[in-house]
């Protein structure tokens, strides 16, 4: 019960979208594919599902190759941004599409939906009409639909960015409970960290077309494979440093690594997350804050540093401005033109490269 992509390629006309990407989906793992607008994720989704054919390379099931294998008898689920239900049929008779599909008889079709309704959280709305449902309702009859028929493999392309972000992030929690609860394999296209990283037991990372990085969240976000990973992660500063028995340092200072990020003792290049420097009254780095900007439990600084020297640094590691970010508590957050000392911390470090 494995998908697994061989060398897969798929290009439209002289644009290569998806380039030579191996990866294997094990039976019940949840794996999301993560990459900026345009990297290819969907449509490397769309080829699994049999809606694109592959340039070269292939789809495999279990080790077959499912290249004759037609989109509705590969036994997908599929999920999108905004549903696509059905707007002529109610709520149960949409759960109930692919049950009928499959000759289901109807004293089962009616259990099953009652089941699937209740898992996600819609107990009670079978009759109602799917034009009068919420977005976030809309994507949960969304996937008990794709659930009802027990797909081996679910596919989810973007199911919950259409909605606004309190509800996603609920829905994001709520999605994992039902993928684990049903022990679903899938694959989940996202662009949101947050969302891949409540979702998934893998995430996988793609650029270009190309998968860059695979690997559990906390690896991925921990370990990035290259700079690019990094930056597409939040890491918008990255410094060469060194790492000696656990302690990180650059030209901004040095921290003790959480345990599953230190590497072994030499040379690296350090990702900086915008809360990689914390306002404190001891800190190594001095600076003079140039802006502030208020979000919801805390204030993100930008902060020029005092010595020309790191300022030089940081200049060089960015190619751009010697501007750094930081974060402060809402509490006494330093103004603009004020100073502020700063300490680097470690939840806010990525290792990108050891040399
Ligand atoms: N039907 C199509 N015809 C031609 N080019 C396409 C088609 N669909 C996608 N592309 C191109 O293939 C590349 C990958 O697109 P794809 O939609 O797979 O990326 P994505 O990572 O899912 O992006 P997004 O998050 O914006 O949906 C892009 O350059 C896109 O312009």
Same mark, same amino acid.
């Given at each position: 019960m494995t998908l697994g992509l061989r060398g897969l390629s798929v290009h439209y006309g002289s644009t290569i979208a998806v380039s030579e990407v191996d990866l294997t989906v094990a039976d019940g793992e949840v794996v999301a594919l993560l990459g900026p607008s345009g990297c290819g994720k969907s449509t490397l989704l769309r080829a699994v599902a049999g809606l694109e054919q592959p340039a070269s390379g292939a789809v495999c099931w279990d080790e077959q190759d499912l290249a004759a294998v037609a989109v509705h008898r590969r036994g997908f689920g599929l999920v999108f941004q905004d549903g696509q239900l059905f707007p002529h049929r109610d709520v149960a008779g949409n759960v109930a599409f692919g049950l009928r599909m499959a000759g289901i008889d109807r004293a089962a079709r009616v259990e099953r939906v009652t089941e699937l309704l209740e898992l996600v959280g819609l107990r009670g709305y079978g009759n109602r009409s799917v034009t009068s449902l919420s977005g976030g309702e809309a994507q949960r009859v969304a996937l008990a639909r794709a659930l009802a028929p027990r797909p081996r493999l679910l596919l989810l392309d973007e199911p919950l960015?259409? %909605?606004?972000?309190? %509800?996603?992030?609920?829905?994001?929690?709520?999605?994992?409970?039902?993928?684990?609860?049903?022990?679903?394999? !899938?694959? +989940?296209?996202?662009?949101?960290?947050?969302?891949?990283?409540?979702?998934?037991?893998? +995430? !996988?990372?793609?650029?270009?077309?190309?998968?860059?990085?695979?690997?559990?969240?906390?690896?991925?976000?921990?370990?990035? $494979?290259?700079?690019?990973?990094?930056?597409?992660? *939040?890491?918008?500063?990255?410094?060469?440093?060194?790492?000696?028995?656990?302690? $990180?340092?650059?030209?901004?200072?040095? +921290?003790?690594?959480?345990?599953?990020?230190?590497?072994?003792? *030499?040379?690296?290049?350090? *990702?900086?997350?915008? &809360?990689? %420097?914390?306002?404190?009254?001891? *800190?190594?780095?001095?600076?003079?804050?140039?802006?502030?900007?208020?979000? #919801?439990?805390?204030?993100?600084?930008?902060?020029?540093?005092?010595?020309?020297? =790191?300022?030089?640094?940081?200049? &060089?590691?960015?190619? !751009?401005?010697?501007?750094?970010?930081?974060?402060?508590?809402? !509490?006494?957050?330093?103004?603009?033109?004020?100073? +502020?000392?700063?300490?680097?911390?470690?939840?806010? =470090?990525?290792?990108? #490269? &050891?040399?």
């Open positions: 960015s259409a %909605l606004d972000r309190v %509800l996603r992030e609920q829905l994001a929690i709520d999605l994992a409970e039902v993928l684990r609860a049903t022990g679903s394999t !899938a694959l +989940v296209v996202t662009h949101d960290h947050d969302e891949a990283f409540t979702l998934a037991d893998r +995430v !996988a990372v793609m650029h270009r077309g190309r998968l860059e990085q695979i690997g559990r969240p906390d690896e991925v976000w921990r370990r990035p $494979a290259s700079p690019t990973v990094a930056a597409f992660l *939040g890491c918008t500063t990255q410094l060469p440093g060194e790492v000696q028995d656990g302690i $990180a340092s650059c030209a901004l200072g040095s +921290v003790r690594l959480a345990e599953a990020a230190v590497p072994q003792d *030499g040379s690296v290049l350090l *990702g900086l997350r915008s &809360t990689a %420097l914390t306002a404190d009254p001891v *800190g190594e780095l001095a600076g003079t804050v140039i802006q502030r900007v208020h979000r #919801r439990d805390h204030v993100r600084l930008l902060v020029e540093p005092r010595d020309p020297a =790191i300022s030089a640094a940081v200049r &060089t590691a960015k190619g !751009a401005d010697a501007i750094v970010e930081a974060v402060a508590p809402v !509490a006494d957050a330093p103004a603009p033109g004020e100073p +502020v000392r700063l300490s680097l911390a470690a939840e806010g =470090i990525a290792i990108v #490269r &050891t040399h």
